[in-house]
Nanobody
Framework: QVQFVESGGGLVQPGGSLRLSCAAS????????MAWYRQAPGKQRERVAI???????NYVDSVKGRFTISRDNAKNTVVLQMNSLKPEDTAIYYC?????????WGQGTQVTVSS
């Protein structure tokens, strides 16, 4: 059974930082391309950052230079370090494979950026 468990969200002031973690199970993690996605209230889910099985990364323009995705194949985890957070980063953040599998969505972790 495939399972992604996201953690690390919370309430942070603009300009602050958060570190999200995703624990994956049930997949061949080391050969899977992984990504972080987010869904803000009233908006469609969007892909934020990707990390290929080879370690290449890419980001949506709105987070470039502020977010960093990384993976630990020994621990089957993927991390999203978020710095210089802005109110528009407020969303529920999810991890999934790339491309995403609709059967794999977890509960996500809420990130709220507000003063």
């Amino acid at each position: 059974q495939v399972q992604f468990v996201e953690s690390g969200g919370g309430l942070v002031q603009p300009g602050g930082s958060l570190r999200l973690s995703c624990a994956a199970s049930g997949i061949r993690f080391s050969i899977s391309h992984m990504a972080w996605y987010r869904q803000a209230p009233g908006k469609q889910r969007e892909r934020v950052a990707i990390c290929t099985s080879g370690g290449s990364t890419n980001y949506v323009d709105s987070v470039k230079g502020r977010f960093t995705i990384s993976r630990d194949n020994a621990k089957n985890t993927v991390v999203l370090q978020m710095n210089s957070l802005k109110p528009e980063d407020t969303a529920i953040y999810y991890c999934n494979t790339l491309p995403s599998n609709p059967n794999y969505w977890g509960q996500g972790t809420q990130v709220t950026v507000s003063s």
